[in-house]
């Protein structure tokens, strides 16, 4: 059974720094495309940051030179570290897991995904 869990989600204030976590266990495959997502209250849910099997990133372009996707293969691992936070960043980041397609930004593409973790900038 695939379980996907994500950490590190909290509060900061603008300008703050966090570092988003995604661990996958029981996938039979030693990688996979994987990507962070992201629901604001009252909006869809939308891709943030995307990654395949091969380290290629694909970037929102509202989080483009703030936010930087990395992978650990060996451990099955998703990072997501997230520099210069804007109150607008705030919202419930998924992380997901076993993708159709390369560096997708449509959930659908994604077949598991992570309970979420609440991310909140405000002064």
């Known amino acids: 059974q695939v379980q996907v869990m994500e950490s590190g989600g909290g509060s900061v204030q603008p300008g703050g720094s966090l570092r988003l976590s995604c661990v996958v266990s029981?996938?039979?495959?030693?990688?996979?495309?994987m990507g962070w997502f992201r629901q604001a209250p009252g909006k869809e849910r939308e891709g943030v940051a995307v990654?395949?099997?091969?380290?290629?990133?694909r970037y929102a372009d509202s989080v483009k030179g703030r936010f930087t996707a990395s992978q650990d293969n060996a451990k099955n691992t998703l990072y997501l570290q997230m520099n210069s936070l804007k109150p607008e960043d705030t919202a419930i980041y998924y992380c997901?897991?076993?993708?159709?397609?390369?560096?997708?930004?449509?959930?659908?593409?994604?077949?598991?995904w992570g309970q979420g973790t609440q991310v909140t900038v405000s002064s």
């Open positions: 997901a897991a076993d993708g159709r397609y390369s560096l997708s930004f449509d959930p659908s593409d994604y077949n598991y």
């Open positions: 029981g996938y039979p495959y030693s990688s996979h495309y």
């Open positions: 990654i395949d099997s091969e380290g290629s990133t």
